[in-house]
């Protein structure tokens, strides 16, 4: 019998990392090689892992513990990767989208060895299904392909899922329960709503588990599991308002359908669901081995990814933001599911046609998916307007000081994906001097702050930091409405005063303005150009792109 043979087990780990290393150089000629362009997430990712490795080469500790701590709607462990990954290679998109890649083989080479924890009846063949299933996802080859948080977020997840499993067999092992916060801390660093999860579909657990009487919750494995996790939220959320504004981060403006509560919202999710299966026949088998799975509802391992499919699937049908990449925690529960279930099946037949069926069945399943992956999986091409950033390039190193103005209306290319291309490819931005990864708002009322406390070390060590993107020199980047609510958003009163506050009209020589060519949406030129005019610019040129306008203005000195 193949189940509970080490060696076995060994031999299919071979197989599935085998299979990974296809499934990788797949996703890496067709979607990372080609080096196609970042769309907005990508790009705004990718400036914060610059920013983080320039902390690390410049030994800039203050520097890399600021950016990391006010990164709070995209927490800073995938920046982290990316940084470390710009430390020892290139500085491109090909180089940031090839961590998401390895990150995506170690979870489904780490989704194989959970699913091994999870049962004793065929373990090494539910184990290989779910971990086979993982790599043919395209929605999960998808974010491979990506610089985005859901493939790190889905990386701790398993972790947890693992760590979860291995208490189940230990229940009495503080250690092991320790290092169960540790993963679900890691998860929020990750994906902030993972670990958000992961916690409450835990303490759901737990209350099943003691069926429902919670003073028998007051355990020492509770402490343990909980210790990790309050200290390391207790120094994250030190600074009062940063509760405030991960609130918002959670429950943001709608998004994904105009209207959430209709038919059309409330469907949202369950047609997504078969989106992300690839094919009818496939959510099918989901589906029915989401429903098999409440058979086998005493098995703790099994009640823990029930109750958070189901967590999440209820979460996204009242949340008023639909997003298909919302479900991707579902995913490996589910492929874990299908693994266990159709282990079960093997187990239940000794000979005959009970004994080939469900063998025939899963190797028909695993073919199936692989064949479906390599006809349906693409890489998404998307295209910016190289015309704009080279002419904008060539203006910025032909002037000493230059403050491009733009905003959230640019689609083509976006604020984040043109201060990519102007930092890393045409190197005549630096990123400290970027819109986008830099608040300058908040940055300037931090300055004000430590300046007031009269310790002179704190200030010396603080102060340069928060000064970064003061400097007039060089290209500087101003995006209208990002981040939102700034005041230079708020109007041309709002933006004068801003720029006289924060560089001085002597700083403001050079400026060049890029709206959409129709003059229209929240922030047209017609909005900028009486600020601009206040502080003795005019207009001296301008140029329309692809979908751009570009004006210059310039003092009259």
């Known amino acids: 019998m193949i189940h509970g043979s080490k060696k076995w087990r060994f031999q299919f780990l071979i197989v599935v990392c085998c299979f990974a290393a296809l499934i990788g150089w797949r996703i890496y000629t ?14 705004a990712h990718t400036l914060r892992g610059i920013l983080i ?4 080469q410049q030994r800039d500790w203050p520097g890399f513990f600021y950016d990391s701590y006010r990164q709070v709607y995209w927490p800073p462990l995938q920046s982290w990767f990316v940084g470390a990954a710009f430390l020892i290679g290139p500085v491109s998109m090909v180089a940031a989208r090839v961590v998401s890649l390895v990150v995506f083989l170690l ?12 049962t004793r009846q065929y373990r090494e063949v539910a184990a290989a299904i779910a971990a086979i299933l993982f790599l043919t996802n395209t929605e999960m080859a998808a974010h491979a392909a990506e610089v985005m948080l859901e493939i790190y977020g889905i990386l ?9 499993f291995i208490t189940t067999k230990y229940p009495h092992e503080s250690k092991v329960y320790f290092l169960l916060g540790l993963s679900v801390a890691a998860a929020y660093f990750a994906k902030a709503n993972y670990g958000i999860l992961l916690f409450m579909v835990i303490l ?13 919750l007051l355990t020492r494995e509770m402490f343990f599991f909980l210790l990790p996790i309050t200290v390391i939220f207790a120094i994250w959320f030190v600074y009062p308002p940063k509760i405030t504004s991960t609130w918002q981060a959670l429950v943001n403006v709608p998004f994904g359908v105009q209207e959430p509560y209709t038919a059309a919202g409330l469907l949202f999710y369950p047609r997504a669901l078969v989106s992300m299966a690839g094919a009818g026949w496939m959510f099918a088998v989901w589906l029915a081995a989401f429903v098999a799975a409440f058979w086998y509802w005493r098995d703790r391992n099994v009640r823990f990814l029930l109750i958070l499919i189901t967590l999440q699937f209820l979460l996204g049908q009242i949340h008023h933001t639909k997003v298909v990449r919302h479900l991707l925690p579902i995913l490996p529960a589910i492929f874990l599911l299908i693994g266990y279930v159709l282990a079960q099946w093997w187990a239940s037949g000794k000979r005959g046609v009970k004994f080939w069926l469900p063998r025939a069945a899963s190797v028909g399943l695993l073919v199936a998916a692989t064949l479906a992956f390599a006809q349906t999986y693409e890489a998404d091409a998307r295209q910016t307007d190289h015309a704009l950033i080279a002419y904008l390039s060539e203006v910025a190193r032909t002037q000493d000081s230059l403050l491009l103005i733009g905003s959230m209306d640019l689609v083509q290319p976006s604020p984040p994906v043109l201060d990519w291309n102007l930092t890393a490819k045409e190197k005549v931005l630096d990123i400290s001097h970027s819109g986008v990864t830099m608040h300058y708002e908040q940055d300037r009322a931090a300055q004000d702050l430590f300046k007031k406390i009269p310790v002179l070390a704190l200030q010396n060590t603080i102060l340069p930091v928060l000064q970064r993107a003061d ?12 981040p939102a609510g700034t005041r230079y958003s708020t109007g041309p009163a709002g933006l004068e005063s801003f720029l006289r506050e924060q560089w001085g009209v002597e700083g403001v020589k050079s400026v060049v303005v890029l709206s959409r060519k129709d003059d229209a949406g ?7 150009k009486p600020a601009l005019e206040n502080l003795g610019l005019q207009q001296v040129e301008s140029q329309s792109f692809s979908q751009t306008k570009v004006t210059v203005y310039q003092t009259g000195e």
Request: glycine share 8%.
């Open 107 to 118: 979870a489904a080479i780490l989704l194989y060895i959970t699913g091994i924890n999870m």
């Open 156 to 164: 701790f997840l398993i972790v947890t899922f693992l760590l979860y």
């Open 522 to 528: 929240r922030f047209p030129e017609s909005a900028i």
């Open 471 to 482: 400097s007039t020199l060089g290209l500087r980047t101003l995006y209208l409405g990002l």
């Open 30 to 43: 067709m979607a990372i090689a080609p080096d196609g362009a970042p769309h907005w997430d990508e790009a």
């Open 204 to 216: 759901i657990g737990a209350v099943m588990d003691v069926r429902f009487r919670v003073r028998k």
């Open 53 to 56: 490795s320039e902390d690390i």
